[in-house]
């Protein structure tokens, strides 16, 4: 009899081995709860420790892909106390699991969040989608506030795309003191990164529990001194980060960026509403790439449309907080350190972010120098 599909799976599964530890992917557990259908769709759980290899994901799904049969693999990754702590249902050669009318298993509590004192406003820069100038509106909300003399923390949150080193020129490891992390310090905004800490290269493979520890020992473990506000620049979505921060502690609120164009704004939307959902307050609209004006005549272009912004912002009744146009420089001093509101602060991207930056601070209370 020839062997199914299954059967298939963990004979090419059997050549997959870890290198930290020498054993095969299957026998050592690594993946597990391996779920096919009919037609030839594979799921899975495998469980990558922190000191694991990453490739090791795509080494299996590349073996899984070779075998015949299979049109489909999908793989999800959890750390080794999240595959224990919530250890699957075992459901050998049956089709994919879907969602059912059964009661939800009860999950584990929740501390409440831990006040920071020290941290001021805790303000988090999120987006619905990526590429819409999350990270480039965080950067230069920070850097203008502390250019007026507010004292800014800048906490990359974003795990899978930790920009905030190159945005703001500075690529090195936070020493130590006495068991605190010293946060770096550039343009006057001190700052944390996940950047700081691994390599250019390596890829965040990571969900759940590890994300909150990542977000945890950013707010307590770095020594941020007496901040007015910190800047948390989120990652796109609606995901591990975004609960694990309001989970961690008392965000004072959110500022959506969006781009004018509908795709982005009905994502933005959704993002929104995440962070209303769980009580935190979302401060306002961010419009960015709002048009694009011509260097030589000055012509105004909305090449991503027009209104996008205000009409999300009057779905939410939320204030619009700025309009951003799209300008090359931005981009530019993005990517060599140089944020637009100290390199070119009369342009027109420079003057809309610090108008955005004073209309926050208003609303946060922080007196800013003249």
């Known amino acids: 009899m020839a062997p199914n599909l299954q059967e298939r799976i963990a004979s090419a599964l059997g050549t997959v081995i870890n290198p930290r530890t020498g054993t095969g992917v299957l026998a050592s557990e690594m993946v597990k709860n391996i779920g096919t259908t009919l037609d030839g769709k ?45 250890p699957a249902r075992a459901a050998p050669a049956r089709a994919l699991p879907v969602m059912d009318d059964r009661p939800a ?49 800048l906490m990359d949150a974003d795990v899978y795309g930790p920009n905030v080193p190159r945005m703001m020129g500075v690529n090195a490891p936070p020493p130590v003191v006495n068991e605190k992390i010293i946060p770096l310090e550039a343009h006057g ?24 520890k990542i977000v945890t ?18 990652p796109p979505g609606t995901g591990d980060a975004q609960l694990s921060l309001v ?26 509403k995440m962070f209303m959902r769980v009580g935190v307050p979302v401060l306002g609209i961010v419009e960015n790439m709002s048009w694009f004006e011509c260097p030589h005549c000055g012509k105004p272009t909305a090449i991503f449309g027009s209104g996008g912004g205000q009409r999300l912002a009057d779905e939410l009744e939320l204030p619009l907080l700025g309009q951003v146009p799209l300008y ?9 350190g140089r944020p637009i509101v100290l390199e070119e602060p009369e342009s027109g991207a420079g003057k809309a972010i610090m108008a955005l930056a004073d209309r926050l601070a208003a609303s946060l209370g922080v007196v800013l120098a003249d």
């Open 328 to 336: 090359p420089r931005v981009l530019q001093g993005g990517d060599e």
């Open 189 to 212: 905004v001190k700052m944390i990164s996940l950047g700081f800490l691994i390599e250019r290269d390596q890829p965040a493979i990571w969900r759940g529990p590890i994300v909150m």
């Open 42 to 86: 594979v799921r899975l759980i495998m469980v990558l420790d922190a000191g694991d290899d990453a490739t090791l994901v795509r080494d299996v799904r590349q073996a899984i892909e070779r075998v015949s049969g299979v049109i489909e693999v999908s793989i999800d990754v959890k750390d080794p106390r999240e595959a224990e702590h919530r």
């Open 247 to 272: 989970q961690a502690t008392q965000v004072r609120g959110a500022i959506i960026v969006t781009t004018p164009q509908e795709v982005s704004t009905g994502d933005a939307l959704r993002g929104a």
């Open 217 to 234: 020992q950013f707010l307590r473990d770095v020594k941020w001194g007496e901040l007015d506000t910190l800047i948390v620049d989120m």
């Open 105 to 153: 298993a009860p999950r584990p509590s929740v501390p409440p969040p831990v006040t920071y004192p020290g941290l001021g406003n805790i303000i988090a820069v999120s987006s619905g989608k990526g590429g819409v100038g999350k990270s480039t509106m965080a950067v230069n909300i920070a850097v203008a506030l502390a250019a007026r003399g507010a004292r800014v923390g």
